[in-house]
């Protein structure tokens, strides 16, 4: 080969690489992401909603924690690094991915139309005295693996696929705080334990806020329904006091106090080890109470369980044990009392930082 033909190749070799690099990285910057809305906030995340027009670049604002990327509209996104332009993802609708805090991140959009995404800040991400999830015995992972698919994990955010088709109704899953994010409307069931159930309207790409809730969700469409389910997997935020009954007396209080101590006392007894071992755990049981002290087996049910098996079985022990309880006072004027008693383990009793009050 020439010395001619040999320096044309390498020409067209450079030529090849240079056209493969975005244009900011040759000195022109690419814009930063414009009409940003912000969709949610509150104590512990932050998600803003970016458009990004067809075919172009936009810069994601640096942030001081990590951050949750999701594409709510558009099938061929790219994203990357300003420290690792090599690594370059693809994303397609509704798939997601976990950016550090402090970095300078880009997204291009393919497609011939415009897209946009959501940019979840976990604004505890890197806090150090907060207390992880603990696992419960209703882990949509693995009590309803037909329906949730867990697509990303790590220490701050375990983030679930929900699929329903038309009419069907999911197991009942336990969930810390987390946010929904559909993507399609919707009208869903959402049936408590106790049998209690409301509507709600999803609207797609609008995330939802909850807080800990052990429920099963029933698509009422004719048509498929999916969303994205993100949990916080700290802080863990959880309340220990018993719930006393709307409208007390003086009288109710002490009698629920008199259940408190008695419940309490067969928990302390049955625990399989001391006070302050084992893992992390909480259980919350409700229960109602006939006026003769009595409770029925079908007014006994779990309302937050993050424990396994074995603490589970013993706060639902701890209730069956110390009933029949004392009748309670005639000026209550009620057919029953309903009572709701919390069973932690190995936590602290008061509010957790990081969570709201």
Not at 192 to 216: C, M, Y
Not at 315 to 320: G, I
Request: hydrophobic residues 40%; aromatic residues 10%; charged residues 25%.
């Amino acid at each position: 080969m020439s010395s001619f033909s040999a320096f044309s190749v390498c020409g067209a070799l450079l030529l090849s690489v240079a056209l493969s690099v975005p244009v900011f990285s040759q000195g022109v910057r690419a814009p930063e992401a414009a009409g940003g809305e912000v969709l949610l906030e509150n104590k512990n995340v932050r998600a803003v909603r970016y458009a990004i027009p067809a075919s172009s670049i936009v810069t994601l604002p640096i942030l001081k924690n990590d951050v949750l990327l999701v594409i709510l509209e558009g099938e061929a996104q790219e994203a990357w690094s300003a420290s690792n332009r090599a690594q370059t993802t693809r994303l397609g609708l509704s798939e997601v991915l976990w950016l550090r805090r402090d970095e300078e991140n880009f997204v291009r959009n393919l497609d011939s139309q415009p897209s946009r995404i959501l940019a979840i800040e976990f604004n505890d991400s890197y806090a150090m005295d907060e207390i992880q999830v603990p696992g419960s015995l209703r882990d949509p992972e693995n009590f309803d693996t037909h329906h949730f698919r867990v697509v990303l994990e790590n220490q701050h955010a375990r983030v679930f696929w929900l699929h329903l088709e038309a009419r069907e109704t999911t197991e009942e899953v336990q969930f810390p705080l987390h946010l929904e994010i559909p993507f399609a409307p919707a009208q869903v069931s959402v049936f408590a334990p106790d049998g209690r159930f409301k509507i709600e309207s999803k609207q797609t790409g609008t995330p939802e806020w909850h807080r800990n809730r052990l429920v099963s969700l029933s698509n009422q469409e004719k048509h498929p329904f999916e969303e994205l389910v993100v949990e916080l997997r700290h802080p863990f935020c959880y309340a220990v006091h018993p719930n006393m009954p709307a409208g007390s007396t003086p009288a109710i209080v002490d009698y629920t106090q008199k259940i408190y101590r008695s419940v309490q006392k067969q928990w302390r007894k049955r625990l399989p080890f001391s006070l302050g071992e084992g893992a992390h755990g909480v259980v919350t049981v409700r229960f109602r109470i006939q006026p003769d002290g009595k409770v029925e087996d079908d007014d006994l049910f779990l309302a937050q369980v993050f424990a396994d098996n074995k603490l589970t079985e013993v706060a639902l022990r701890s209730v069956r044990e110390a009933s029949p309880f004392p009748a309670f006072p005639p000026d209550w004027g009620r057919p029953y009392l309903d009572f709701g008693f919390t069973f932690y383990n190995n936590l602290p009793a008061e509010s957790q930082p990081g969570c709201e009050e």
